[in-house]
């Protein structure tokens, strides 16, 4: 008898048996697949994209809470009261080299302390300078002085004759005017004469100036708000006459035309 | 005689089968509840975010648009802050001889007088006449007191010489005290 029909069906039986038995796995296999191919594809890039704009919100909130103290500093202030400083300030620190002032300054004090000026020198360099322009040539303009590396300045060098207390008086008067100066290579002698109480000086003052920053910066760069030290020197100027140091701080006008040009006055 | 352990054997494949598979159909479920967990964690944590951002992005435009508003206000302050924060670095640095020559006073003997005194590049060089020895002994001692060494240091006598009245001449250097 030939069985190997029978043998053929049963093969063919036991293999359908067998794809009924492995395709029930099937089901979980697949899901198992795609629930690592939703969270490789969709669950982590957009996990990593989340914290991504999270440690973004961390530097948005930052930069939000500098601008809100930004605008809370900025709503505090006295606008009034900051033109009177700004003017104040530019007594304190002018915008241009403005020489010819500073000299008017140096000889009203040596004027209010009796000293007697005997030699004022300057080369203050390009005249646009003092009109507010920069200085065509800066190294003229910072050429020396006790803090060239604060901002840029013009030296006087002054020789004068006086007794002690004028000449006290004459470095207090220097020292207390509304623009920032300070005093180098101070030399005092007493005259030659035996018995004369009379000095003979020489010193250098140097005087700063700066222009006016003409860049506010990002909105984000923060405010700096005056010191408590820059706030009462700044009052300092106010009170003692906005309008008497702006008089002071022009130069005095004088008449204009001569027939001849070469002759003496 | 093998034929004997056939049908255990088979019944013992079928129950590993019947194992595995019920062990991935829970796997798999657990791994689909996981990732359904996971996935609206991740959709609410990314919504929470993006609408933080859009609430930060607003409070900057608003923020922004009152900085804005007070623009006058910081230029005023930029120059003033500018201007006077030089200012009190100058005047920092800067030496006060009015004060320098008032402390001076104070230290010296009555029997000492200056012939010159110069002040350049942090030093000082005091030429003068005394009465006597004892009288530049006072004034370097004065010199060398707190209230001197405010305003002088490293005081250095250079030259001493009597002459045949017996009044000295000298000549001391020091290093000018902190500023300029």
Do not use: C, H
């Not at chain 1, 004027?111 to 007697?116: E, Y």
């Amino acid at each position: 008898m030939d069985l190997s029909g029978v043998t053929k069906v049963t093969a063919k039986a036991e293999s359908s048996l067998e794809i009924a038995k492995y395709s029930s796995l099937a089901v979980p296999v697949i899901s198992i697949l795609v629930s690592f191919m939703v969270l490789l594809m969709i669950v982590w890039p957009k996990f990593s994209q989340a914290l991504q704009i999270k440690n973004s919100n961390v530097e948005l909130a930052q930069k939000t809470d500098s601008l809100k103290q930004k605008a809370t500093i900025l709503a505090s202030l006295d606008k009034t009261e900051l033109e009177k400083q700004v003017v104040a300030a530019e007594q304190l620190f002018p915008s241009d080299k403005n020489v010819f002032l500073l000299i008017s300054q140096i000889e009203k004090a040596a004027g209010g302390s009796g000293v007697l000026l005997n030699r004022v020198e300057t080369a203050p360099g390009s005249a646009q300078g003092s009109s507010g322009k920069p200085s065509a040539n800066p190294a003229s303009a910072s050429s020396a002085g006790a803090q060239p590396e604060i901002a840029p300045n013009v030296e006087v060098s002054v020789s004068l004759t006086s007794g002690y207390s004028s000449l006290l008086q004459f470095l207090n008067n220097v020292l207390t005017i509304p623009r920032v100066v300070s005093i180098s290579d101070l030399s005092v002698s007493a005259s030659s004469s035996e018995g004369s109480s009379q000095l003979k000086v020489s010193l250098n003052i140097t005087a700063y100036f700066k222009q006016m920053p003409t860049d506010l910066g990002s909105i984000e760069t923060p405010v700096a708000e005056l010191s408590d030290s820059e706030k009462a020197r700044l009052k300092q100027i106010i009170d003692t006459g906005l309008a008497a140091a702006a008089t002071a701080s022009q130069i005095e006008q004088v008449p204009v035309g001569r027939a001849d040009i070469f002759a003496p006055f | 005689m093998p034929d004997i352990n056939l049908v255990p054997v088979q019944e013992r494949v079928t129950e590993r089968f019947e194992s595995l598979k019920k062990r991935l159909s829970v796997g798999s479920a657990i791994l689909l509840v996981l990732t359904a967990v996971f996935t609206l964690g991740v959709l609410v944590f990314f919504t929470t975010q993006v609408s933080g951002r859009s609430q930060l992005l607003a409070q900057v435009e608003d923020n922004a648009q009152v900085i804005n508003s007070y623009k006058s206000t910081e230029e005023l302050l930029v120059v003033a802050k500018d201007k006077s924060s030089l200012a009190e670095k100058v005047l920092a640095q800067r030496t006060d001889y009015y004060q320098t020559f008032n402390g001076f006073a104070k230290l010296v003997p009555q029997g000492v007088y200056f012939t010159d005194i110069k002040f350049a590049a942090g030093k000082i060089v005091m030429n003068g006449k005394a009465k006597s020895s004892a009288e530049i002994a006072g004034l370097v001692s004065s010199l060398l007191t707190p209230e001197g060494s405010k305003i002088v240091s490293n005081v250095t006598i250079d030259t001493l010489t009597a002459d045949e009245t017996g009044v000295y001449t000298f000549s001391i250097a020091a290093q000018a005290t902190g500023k300029d």
